[in-house]
């Protein structure tokens, strides 16, 4: 019987698992995707079109379109893009578990969402919710028994921190919404 030496495959294995775990790293971070720029990130799933989570508020006209309008800008005021591009990494390191900008998943869909309540409300309701709900605010008990009273848990994030990610959602939003509302294409 013959005996096969695979030594040499260790190098090989360790290049690839040090490679897997960089975008992994990379993706957590937001600075690679692995998914094809044909996807849309707004595609609707079967159960957005049974009616059940996953349901946007506006109708999409051209994905390919509508994706190019959700990149974070790359030009104009270097602050403000500074700011948005901060903002997107906090939306995915802290929000994205629980929210989409235009799904429902475990929390409500965030595109608007200056639109239904100031940055001056949206600010305590990140920082500590269980406090705004005890309180009684009327809306913070709305959202709380809307999404059959799943706590969202509290975040020790800056008002500035939060500012940004409120910044790259209102971003999204002025975009997607630019997008989504255009005629189609003939």
């Not at 104009?76 to 948005?84: L, P």
Request: hydrophobic share 50%; glycine share 6%.
């Amino acid at each position: 019987m013959r005996k096969y030496d695979f030594a040499w495959m260790l190098p090989l294995t360790m290049a690839a698992i040090v490679v897997a775990i960089g975008f992994l790293l990379l993706g957590a971070a937001g600075l690679v995707s692995i998914v094809p720029a044909d996807v849309s990130p707004l595609a609707h799933s079967d159960a957005a079109e049974a009616g059940g989570c996953g349901v946007t508020d506006f109708a999409v006209t051209d994905s390919a379109a509508l994706q190019q309008a959700l990149r974070v800008p790359t030009g104009g005021d270097s602050s403000q893009v500074a700011i948005i591009w901060a903002g997107q990494t906090l939306f995915n390191n802290n929000c994205a578990q629980c929210h989409a900008l235009a799904d429902v998943v475990v929390g409500p869909a965030l595109l608007g969402i200056t639109e239904r309540r100031p940055v001056s409300w949206i600010i305590p309701w990140v920082k500590n919710s269980s406090k705004m709900v005890a309180a009684g605010d009327e809306y913070a008990v709305k959202i709380f028994n809307q999404y059959q009273k799943q706590q969202m848990p509290s975040f020790q994030l800056s008002d500035r921190e939060i500012e940004s990610i409120v910044a790259y959602i209102e971003a999204t939003t002025d975009r997607a919404s630019a997008v989504a509302y255009a005629p189609a294409a003939r």
